[in-house]
C-alpha cells in the first residue's frame, strides 16, 4: 500500500467552480510532487517542492496553485478549470531533494472531471 | 531537448517466458535511471533504480541493465506471469533541475496463461 495519500479519489467540478486536492505523507521526505496524467499518457510533472519552497513550476496555468503548508501536506487548488485539465493527479514524494537515487513514492491520484 | 522512448507497441508474451522491455534516451547523460510499474488507475509504483556506474541491478525476478554508451536500459522480468502484466515506464531524473522525474511513454506488457 502507498504511503502517499491523496483525497479525494474522484472530483467532479464546473468551470466556475474552486476545489482543492489534498496529499499528506509520513515517511519525513521533504520533497513533494504534483504530476498530470491523461489517459494512455504518462505522468507529466507540475509543480516541485523541496524544503517546503516551490523549487519547480514547469510553467503550469495559473488556474492551478500548489501550496505546501507544512512538511507532510501538500494541497493543489483548482479555479477555472477548462475541460482539457481533466485527467489523474497524481502526488509523490521523495526522501532528499538535494540527493540522486531517491525512490518517489506516488499516491494513488485524485481523477478530476471538468464539466 | 531531452528525449525517452519505450517500445511505442504493447508486448504480449507467454507465461514463463522472459519479458524484455527497452528504455532509449537522448539529449542526455542521466546519473540514474529508474523503473516503475502503473496498473489501471493507480499511481506508478517503484521498481528498480539503476546508476551511471551500475552495469545491471536484479530484484527478485527482475533485471535491469544500464549501457551509458548506447543510452539504453533493458528491463527483464524473467518467469513471467499474468499478475505482472501492466504498464512499465522508465524514469530519468535531472538533477540540474531539482530532481526532476520525467518518464517514458511506457510499455504494456501482456502476460498470457
Known amino acids: 500500500d502507498t504511503e502517499v495519500t491523496q483525497t479525494p479519489k474522484h472530483l467532479v467540478m464546473g468551470m466556475t467552480n474552486k476545489k482543492s486536492l489534498k496529499c499528506e505523507q509520513h515517511m519525513g521526505h521533504r520533497a513533494m510532487y504534483w504530476y498530470k496524467q491523461k489517459a494512455k499518457k504518462p505522468p507529466e510533472l507540475m509543480f516541485v517542492?523541496?524544503?517546503?519552497?516551490?523549487?519547480i513550476n514547469e510553467s503550469v496555468p495559473s488556474r492551478f496553485s500548489p501550496e505546501c503548508p507544512n512538511s507532510s501536506l501538500l494541497n493543489l487548488h483548482l479555479h477555472a478549470l477548462q475541460p482539457e485539465d481533466s485527467a489523474l493527479y497524481l502526488c509523490?514524494?521523495?526522501?532528499?531533494?538535494?540527493?540522486?537515487?531517491?525512490?518517489?513514492?506516488f499516491g494513488e491520484g485524485s481523477w478530476l472531471t471538468v464539466v | 531537448s531531452q528525449k525517452i522512448e519505450q517500445n511505442s507497441e504493447a508486448l504480449n508474451i507467454q507465461e514463463g517466458k522472459t519479458a524484455t522491455l527497452t528504455c532509449n534516451y537522448t539529449n542526455y547523460s542521466p546519473a540514474y535511471l529508474q523503473w516503475y510499474r502503473q496498473d489501471p488507475g493507480r499511481g506508478p509504483v517503484f521498481l528498480l533504480l539503476i546508476r551511471e556506474n551500475e552495469k545491471e541491478k536484479r530484484k527478485e525476478r527482475l533485471k535491469v541493465t544500464f549501457d551509458t554508451t548506447l543510452k539504453q536500459s533493458l528491463f527483464h522480468i524473467t518467469a513471467s506471469q499474468p499478475a505482472d502484466s501492466a504498464t512499465y515506464l522508465c524514469a530519468l531524473v535531472f538533477m540540474e533541475y531539482g530532481n526532476k522525474l520525467v518518464f517514458g511513454a511506457g510499455t504494456i506488457l501482456r502476460v498470457k496463461s
Open positions: 509523490a514524494s521523495s526522501r532528499d531533494p538535494q540527493s540522486s537515487g531517491n525512490t518517489i513514492y
Open positions: 517542492y523541496s524544503y517546503e519552497k516551490l523549487s
